[in-house]
């Protein structure tokens, strides 16, 4: 009886969030109704809207189910849009200022990982050094001045295009996490990132490389991150140092809301994309309820403290 009551507790922390989802979107339709909260153009553009976060919540998954954290996505997504602009504006050429973009977010994701896996370095405290670094370095090469795109088709593909009412942005959105799902849950990879992440030393007797392992999750964010950077410069049709600012921070709210534990061991793709709509759900009906910024901001962070402390109480659940 014991067992079966635990089995229950974990069954509903691991829904948790698609009930808490269903619960503000009826509480928001209702309050919110002459705003048109509920309607079906608002509804595209909370999707639209969370694109980038929701692409770097599947890296993210990856990352916390390996134990660790990375801070850098927001200032990669920065530093990689500003690299985009750039090339663009030199070159006018799309496949280089995406192989451009797209190297720097792996070459970020091996830096992280050597600092952790060689240095031995704790994830927090190197990707949040690195962050600093990127973040300086992207205001630095362009004197904090914004580097406007007038590639029209890069552009639309990137970030303003639409298919019939879809916009491209959510298009991309659904592929990943298409991949995302198949690479978490179908491949020899999302298994063993799991396994480091759950338990680290009966990985590395198993067989698992778990140094290997997290060297991989640290190149996967840092690739994810570029490519949000791309789908920021194509939307916006800029690149600006302030691109990002904060992400970090939602992604790691979002993939936690998801189902994933600070501790390692355990996330579920599908749960990020619902906690990435959930943390943009709230968002847009605060700008439609006019909140300042100053108010969104502190709202956001009550729902990050409210993120950790629901994974905290899962933890210990599931370990009782």
Do not use: C
Not at 177 to 206: C, D, E, V
Not at 262 to 269: E, N, P, R, T
Not at 291 to 318: C, D, E
């Amino acid at each position: 009886m014991q067992s079966r009551g635990n089995n229950k507790k974990i069954q509903m922390s691991k829904y948790m969030v698609y009930i808490v989802l269903a619960v503000v979107f009826v509480f928001f339709a209702i309050t919110l109704r002459d705003n048109g909260f509920a309607s079906t153009q608002n509804l595209l553009n909370i999707l639209r809207q969370t694109a980038m976060i929701s692409i770097m919540s599947v890296a993210g998954v990856f990352v916390l189910s390996a134990g660790q954290i990375d801070l850098t996505v927001g200032s990669n997504t920065a530093m990689s849009a500003m690299l985009v602009a750039l090339v663009l504006k030199s070159t006018n050429n799309i496949f280089l200022a995406l192989i451009v973009a797209l190297i720097f977010g792996v070459a970020v994701g091996v830096i992280n990982g050597l600092l952790v896996t060689r240095l031995g370095l704790p994830a927090f405290l190197a990707t949040l050094g690195m962050m600093q670094v990127i973040r300086g370095a992207a205001m630095w090469i362009t004197n904090t001045e914004a580097v406007p795109i007038s590639n029209t088709v890069f552009n639309t593909i990137f970030g303003t295009g639409f298919v019939g009412p879809v916009s491209v942005l959510i298009l991309w959105t659904i592929l990943f996490y298409i991949l995302g799902y198949i690479l978490f849950n179908r491949t020899p990879f999302g298994k063993h990132t799991l396994a480091t992440g759950g338990n680290q030393m009966a990985a590395q007797y198993s067989g698992i490389k778990v140094q290997r392992i997290k060297m991989y999750v640290f190149m996967l964010s840092g690739a994810l991150s570029a490519f949000a950077g791309v789908l920021y410069a194509g939307r916006m049709q800029s690149g600006r140092y302030s691109f990002g600012d904060g992400d970090e921070m939602s992604v790691i709210a979002s993939v936690v809301l998801g189902g994933a534990s600070m501790a390692g061991g355990s996330g579920s793709i599908i749960g990020a994309l619902a906690g990435s709509i959930l943390m943009g759900m709230i968002s847009n009906a605060l700008i439609l309820a006019n909140l300042s910024s100053a108010q969104q901001k502190m709202v956001n962070g009550f729902i990050i403290i409210a993120a950790v402390a629901l994974s905290n109480l899962a933890q210990r659940k599931k370990s009782n």
